[in-house]
């Protein structure tokens, strides 16, 4: 039982470089999620999808974009980085909308220089 | 709005020591609440939900309504609860979407 796999697990990108963080889950669930965290800040919720083909945008969600690709598939976009954007990215998700427990995955440690 | 307070950033006790990590959040209707437990570098994992008023490794956390607080607690710490814990809220973000708000999270150092 792989959950939810996020792709890299590090990145360090030039300000102004684009990159696109991968995430996958193999548990059949509808919703997934994006979000950051950063120290003293918790985790802030950039981008939702509730279902394949929907996204909406959640408290953080400037300077990225997003796309689900299919059920399994959620990736977030930098399209060009800034020191701000230096992060850890976890992506979630849980099995439809309502009040679950949500699945996390492992994490992107994200450094733009 | 919808938010969550964590008041302490940080929380040192001695093992053996009883543990209360602070919750309190701001929602207009009915929430679910949640706590989750980072441990060192690692991913999120859920410790609790209030729905199902279960007990995880010796933690327990009563929701009341009356103070809006969602406190975690433990009788005995042990030095691997040192951790990250973040109290969180299933509401509603603007346009309808769901997602959870998280507090800023409080650092529990269990001293042997």
């Known amino acids: 039982n792989a959950g939810v796999t996020q792709t890299p697990k590090f990145q360090v990108l030039k300000t102004g470089q684009s990159m696109t963080l991968q995430c996958a889950q193999d548990?059949?669930?509808?919703?997934m999620y994006w979000y950051r965290q950063d120290p003293g800040m918790g985790l802030r919720l950039i981008y939702y999808?509730?279902?394949?083909?929907?996204?909406d945008k959640g408290e953080v969600p400037n300077g990225y974009n997003v796309s689900r690709l299919n059920k399994r598939e959620f990736s977030l976009r930098l399209e060009s980085a800034a020191p701000s954007q230096t992060s850890v990215y976890f992506c979630?998700?849980?099995?439809?909308?309502?009040?679950?427990?949500?699945?996390f995955g492992s994490g992107t440690r994200l450094t733009v220089v | 709005a919808q938010r969550v307070t964590q008041p302490e950033k940080l929380l040192s006790v001695f093992k053996g020591a009883p543990v209360e990590l602070k919750c309190n959040y701001s929602?207009?209707?009915?929430?679910?609440l949640f706590w989750y437990v980072q441990y060192s570098r690692q991913r999120l994992q859920l410790l609790l939900r209030?729905?199902s008023r279960e007990s995880i490794k010796g933690f327990t956390a009563d929701l009341n309504k009356g103070e809006t607080s969602f406190h975690l607690k433990k009788p005995f710490a042990q030095e691997e609860d040192s951790a990250m814990y973040y109290c969180?809220?299933?509401?509603?973000?603007?346009?309808?979407?769901?997602?959870?708000?998280f507090g800023k999270g409080t650092h529990l150092i269990i001293q042997p």
């Open positions: 209030h729905i």
């Open positions: 999808s509730a279902s394949e083909g929907t996204t």
């Open positions: 929602y207009s209707g009915s929430p679910e």
């Open positions: 979630a998700s849980i099995p439809g909308q309502g009040r679950y427990g949500y699945t």
């Open positions: 548990m059949n669930h509808n919703s």
């Open positions: 969180a809220l299933s509401g509603k973000y603007r346009r309808g979407a769901d997602g959870l708000t």
